[in-house]
């Protein structure tokens, strides 16, 4: 993850999304955090962040015709900028650059879009810092922008626990096939986790482990991995957008070994055996979905895809 060596000119960093093959969800502790116990999964959706020396900052976005431009974060206010202020904070350096992020993550959908950009910006801007930052101190500067930013600069598949910042790679010899179905509507996931409280009020205080799913990766077998898929903020998210859960029988209609919700929603995946039951199941949604994307996994986390 740390930089070798100095650039004179850009760098481009590509990161990837997450799926969540697993997240357990426990009672909320006293600081009103929910401890979870996930396995992370990342996919070939990825985002391409590419900064560039420069004496003032500035971010921009490109994003493709079917993301909502409006969703976006506001020029400095983003996961993006706060992760160069970080990064800069912890060597004492000022903040210079222009980072121009390129979006193919579905945006607000439960896809880790943000944390991936995160990541992404963390690694292409100690680069052109010249800061060769240890990858443990990129990983807690990470574990202080969110969650799933930690896991962004991984990649691969990992579990992770505590509030899903501490992460711990595993192995995973599979390549599983992927349906991705963003929402044109996003769904907030404060409001997914309140709804979880009011829904599972004598929830157990430590979320449920994830043996089974990893006994599954091991196996390789789809099918397998397909049985013990789970996420405990489906039901609230489905309640919440009965749409949701429409959709996911509609894959699992449509041949999808098993349709989930993505981490808190609204984007739904579903998995397949191979790449071309997942461009069959794909073909089969686009009747009905204005956007459906294939994808496969695990995948690198954040690295270098260009440099001068």
């Not at 979006?103 to 010249?130: E, F, N, Q, T």
């Not at 599972?200 to 789809?222: H, I, K, N, Q, V």
Request: net charge negative; with cysteine; proline share 7%.
């Amino acid at each position: 993850m740390s930089p070798l060596a100095p650039v004179t000119g850009a760098v481009t960093v590509r990161a990837p999304a997450k799926i969540n093959l697993h997240l357990g969800v426990g009672a909320p502790r006293a600081d009103g955090l929910h401890p979870l116990t996930t396995v992370y999964h990342a996919v070939g959706l990825c985002d391409d962040v590419t900064a560039t020396p420069a004496d003032a900052w500035g971010v921009t976005m490109a994003v493709p015709d079917w993301i909502d431009a409006d969703v976006l974060p506001a020029d400095g206010d983003n996961l993006v900028d706060r992760a160069a202020t970080l990064l800069a904070g912890h060597h004492g350096v000022p903040v210079t650059g222009l980072v121009s992020v390129a979006k193919a993550i579905p945006v607000a959908g439960g896809m880790a879009g943000g944390s991936a950009d995160a990541a992404a910006a963390l690694v292409a801007l100690d680069r052109v810092w010249d800061l060769g930052t240890t990858d443990e101190d990129l990983l807690a500067i990470a574990a202080q922008l969110g969650s799933d930013v930690p896991f962004a600069l991984v990649g691969g598949t990992a579990v992770g626990t505590g509030h899903g910042e501490v992460v711990e790679p595993v192995a995973d010899h599979g390549t599983w096939w992927w349906v991705v179905v963003p929402s044109t509507e996003g769904l907030s996931t404060p409001a997914v986790y309140r709804h979880f409280d009011e829904m599972f009020p004598d929830a157990a205080l430590e979320p449920c482990g994830a043996e089974s799913l990893l006994a599954a990766l091991a196996t390789r077998d789809p099918h397998r991995l397909a049985d013990v898929l789970h996420n405990d903020l489906q039901l609230p998210a489905i309640d919440l957008r009965p749409d949701l859960g429409e959709l996911i029988d509609r894959g699992q209609g449509v041949g999808a070994l098993r349709g989930l919700v993505s981490g808190s929603g609204p984007t739904c995946v579903f998995l397949c055996e191979s790449a071309d039951h997942a461009r069959s199941v794909a073909a089969a949604l686009e009747q009905d979905h204005p956007l459906v994307l294939v994808a496969n996994g695990p995948v690198a986390g954040a690295h270098l895809v260009e440099y001068a």
